[in-house]
Nanobody, 119 residues
Framework: QVQLVESGGGLVQAGGSQTLSCAAS????????MGWYRQAPGKQRELVATITRGGTTNYADSVKGRFTISRDNAKNTVYLQMSSLKPEDTAVYYC?????????????WGQGTQVTVSS
């Protein structure tokens, strides 16, 4: 069984910083692209940032310059460092990864972690 487990969410004041972590566990042979998505109340889930195994990153325009995605391949973990947070960053943040097991390549989602930015 492969799992993605997020941590690091919570309440933060506008202008503050917060770091999210997501660790993959289970029968993993390799992990390709990892990423973070978010969903605010009443809105569709949207891309925040992705990172390939080689370290190539991609960011939503709304977070460029404020958020940094990184990963530790040895730990099967992806991070999202968020700074200069705004109330509009409030959402449930989901980890996502393309994971290769011994049998197949499959896309996985974490359970989500709430980030609330107060004004």
């Amino acid at each position: 069984q492969v799992q993605l487990v997020e941590s690091g969410g919570g309440l933060v004041q506008a202008g503050g910083s917060q770091t999210l972590s997501c660790a993959a566990s289970g029968s993993i042979s390799g992990i390709n692209t990892m990423g973070w998505y978010r969903q605010a109340p009443g809105k569709q889930r949207e891309l925040v940032a992705t990172i390939t195994r080689g370290g190539t990153t991609n960011y939503a325009d709304s977070v460029k310059g404020r958020f940094t995605i990184s990963r530790d391949n040895a730990k099967n973990t992806v991070y999202l460092q968020m700074s200069s947070l705004k109330p509009e960053d409030t959402a449930v943040y989901y980890c996502n990864a393309d994971i290769l097991t011994t049998s197949y390549l499959k896309n996985y989602w974490g359970q989500g972690t709430q980030v609330t930015v107060s004004s």
